[in-house]
């Protein structure tokens, strides 16, 4: 498997856009120069990411989410030890 992530990745299952195979080598996010660690899903070409709100969910059991726009980008697997990003064990 190559470095090169792609456009757009979710971790709900439920989601076009789920990789499991990424999400389990793990992605870090770096959204306005800051590394974000409670992205639920993120679009590099239309700039946005959707943020986790706390701990709230909603009916089904999903996380409540903020969409921000701005510029960001992925990054293959952080550091081992460090946290952040996008992971399959939520």
Request: aromatic share 6%.
């Amino acid at each position: 498997m190559t470095d090169t992530l792609p456009d757009r990745l979710s971790t709900d299952p439920a989601s076009p856009f789920y990789n499991e195979e990424l999400l389990a080598r793990g992605v870090g996010i770096r959204f306005k120069g800051v590394e974000k660690t409670n992205v639920e899903e993120y679009c590099v070409s239309e700039g946005w990411v959707r943020l986790s709100v706390g701990k709230s969910v909603d009916r089904r059991g999903k996380p409540i989410t903020m969409k921000l726009q701005g510029t960001g980008r992925a990054l293959p697997a952080p550091k081992p030890g460090a946290a952040g990003g996008l992971s399959a064990d939520r």
